[in-house]
């Protein structure tokens, strides 16, 4: 499932009503070279699914928001 909600006001009822469990943010794993590690990373996940995770979060836009 995926959840889109503006912050603002209303954020904090939406929030109490609708998110359950715990949510994790993993760290994406890389290669020696850098390079996304994609097994590591499918590894990661099911490692979260096991232990209960309601769902992750990833950051997708790492430059816009380290100001690169």
């Not at 109490?16 to 290669?31: A, I, K």
């Amino acid at each position: 499932m995926t959840t889109t909600t503006q912050v603002g006001p209303d954020f904090r009822a939406w929030a109490t009503e609708n998110l359950r469990g715990f949510y994790m943010c993993p760290v994406t794993p890389l290669t020696e070279d850098f390079e996304l590690d994609e097994e590591g990373l499918r590894r990661n996940i099911e490692a979260f699914v096991e232990m209960g995770c309601a769902g992750l979060e990833f950051l997708t836009d790492v430059k816009r928001r380290v100001g690169s």
